[in-house]
């Protein structure tokens, strides 16, 4: 991809690329991010419904280590599909 650039342009390898990139996080959403043990609502703010603008949050280490496990990354279908001949080199995975 890199030696041959200009056959990847981001019009015809962004849209599926993003489109179905997944870190596969199997829990919450909410779950990614923790309050600081400094806030105002402390570990209540993880179940609240809504989170308050003056809450300050850290990544949580469990989705850190998730992410960084390259294992974890995969992207769909339309990617595999728009570009057959990148598919050896990425994990291929349907939703």
Not at 45 to 70: C, G, K, Q, W, Y
Not at 86 to 94: A, F, Y
């Amino acid at each position: 991809m890199i030696k041959n650039a200009s056959a990847y342009p981001n019009e015809r390898y962004g849209p599926p690329y993003c489109s179905s990139l997944s870190l596969n996080w199997p829990y919450d959403p909410q779950q990614c991010l923790l309050p600081r043990a400094n806030s105002v609502q402390g570990a209540e703010a993880t179940s609240a419904a809504v989170l308050d603008d003056d809450e300050e949050f850290m990544i949580n280490p469990v989705f850190e280590s998730h992410m960084r496990n390259l294992s974890n990354w995969s992207v769909g279908s339309a990617f595999a599909n728009a570009m057959p001949e990148l598919v050896e080199g990425v994990r291929v995975k349907e939703r």
